[in-house]
């Protein structure tokens, strides 16, 4: 600790002053919502030790990886093991093999026009969907869907996108836009023009999916106002309707206004494993301050190259193995136990009178008590009584209040005993 007159001492000569820290960083709320809930957890089990705890709160998937996906991340080591096989860093961008087979499979089959080139490998999207910031201006003003993942407003609060947080729980400087069952989980276009917005579909934490339609209406807005669309498309494995989009390049015109993230973490199971990817198509365009036109591709490139040096080899080639015959078959068996899951929650939560959303193509069910039980009121209704534990909607944004989402990534044991011990509660 400094003594008050050195502290003095310290601003006064400037020779001597600390390094600064970046302040944007205070902004930040400590109440972070998982911490929280793990806290609350805690607190329980020390009171409660015999208690048999059921968490169906954190998005992170429980079943092991694929056999497919398995052998080829045994052979990716073994070839490390090789003087002839060996490989030492790879090209930044990911392996060709790996990038044509998702262009191959997530777009060519689909009807969208994206090509190798336009992919870059990465090691998740939540570093994607933070990063990706750093290529656009500071002035841009940006849109977040309410609720929503915790990671775009996090990180646009740390590049120093946003005022502070204010009461209504919400950060100046953002625009948020309401998705509640009013407007069936679509935002509605907002009035004031935004720079970039950010839409994830499948929803999470809303579980809720966006048509053809309603993405056509976003790729209209962007194109006529110059907006930028992040499409955050992690959950696009979950969706078996035939009419939802598993992509937003599926939407005409958004080769011009779209960044889409995806990820293996949801798909795979690969969230220990770590690969993702980011599409940046080369007509992307957006403008320098004297409006000159750029694409957006070339400046992430540069960042990519520049910031990161690849995926490890053995990841990208298990990562490349969900498109073999057999992966595809063994990874959409894990999918369907997942969804067996999210069918159960939805039934068993109708029966209880609760208003149900989500869970058909997505692993999220989001339900509202429609009692005007507040969300951390559920919660702690869930935890004590129950030893459920869920996850509060309010933690998503404001409009999330009075909302709660269940999750399928649990066995589907204990979604069954979850369900049951929910149904002996008095409401
Ligand atoms: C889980 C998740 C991701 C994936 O993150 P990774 O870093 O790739 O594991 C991305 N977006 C959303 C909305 C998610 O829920």
Redesign the pocket.
């Known amino acids: 600790m400094l003594r008050e007159e050195d502290r003095f001492f310290y601003i006064w000569d400037k020779n001597k002053q600390m390094a600064r820290i970046n302040e944007n960083y205070l902004k930040l709320q400590a109440g972070y919502l998982f911490p929280e809930i793990g806290r609350r957890v805690r607190e329980f089990q020390k009171e409660n030790p015999q208690a048999d705890v059921i968490k169906m709160g954190i998005?992170d998937v429980t079943r092991p990886l694929v056999p497919a996906v398995i052998r080829a991340f045994h052979e990716g080591v073994e070839e490390m093991s090789g003087v002839d096989t060996f490989k030492g860093y790879g090209p930044e961008q990911g392996y060709d093999f790996l990038r044509k087979a998702i262009v191959q499979n997530e777009y060519t089959n689909r009807g969208a026009d994206i090509h190798a080139d336009e992919v870059f490998i990465s090691d998740?999207?939540?570093?994607d969907?933070g990063n990706i910031l750093e290529i656009f201006g500071q002035q841009n003003i940006i849109a977040v869907q309410d609720p929503v993942?915790p990671?775009y407003v996090d990180t646009s609060v740390m590049a120093g996108r946003t005022g502070k947080f204010t009461e209504k729980g919400t950060y100046d400087g953002l625009v948020y836009m309401p998705c509640t069952a009013e407007n069936n989980f679509i935002p509605e276009i907002p009035s004031e023009k935004v720079d970039i917005v950010f839409l994830?579909y499948p929803n999470?934490p809303t579980g809720t999916t966006a048509g053809k339609m309603e993405l056509k209406k976003w790729v209209d807005y962007a194109l006529e106002h110059k907006t930028v669309i992040l499409f955050?498309a992690?959950?696009e494995a979950y969706i078996s309707d035939r009419e939802i989009p598993h992509s937003i390049y599926e939407i005409e015109g958004a080769r011009e206004v779209a960044i889409e993230?995806r990820?293996f973490?949801?798909t795979a199971g690969?969230?220990g494993t770590?690969c993702?990817y980011i599409v940046i198509p080369k007509s992307l365009m957006a403008s320098t301050g004297d409006g000159e036109v750029k694409p957006l591709h070339s400046l992430w490139f540069r960042r990519h190259t520049t910031k990161f040096n690849g995926v490890s080899y053995p990841v990208q080639k298990a990562a490349a193995a969900i498109y073999s015959q057999e992966g595809k078959k063994e990874v959409r068996e894990t999918i369907q136990y997942y969804m067996n899951n999210a069918r159960v929650l939805r039934e068993s939560l109708s029966k209880l009178g609760f208003w149900v959303y989500g869970g058909v193509n997505s692993p999220y069910v989001w339900v509202n008590s429609g009692r005007g039980i507040k969300s951390w009121d559920l919660f702690d209704k869930l935890l004590n009584e129950a030893h459920v534990v869920g996850t509060p909607g309010s933690g998503f944004g404001p409009s999330g209040e009075g909302y709660f989402r269940f999750s399928s990534f649990a066995t589907h044991e204990n979604v069954l005993k979850a369900m049951e011990r929910l149904n002996n509660l008095k409401w």
Do not use: H, I
């Not at 998740?124 to 570093?127: E, Q």
């Open positions: 998005g998740g999207s939540k570093c969907t993942y990671v994830c999470n955050d992690a959950y993230f990820s973490s949801k690969f969230t770590r993702a």
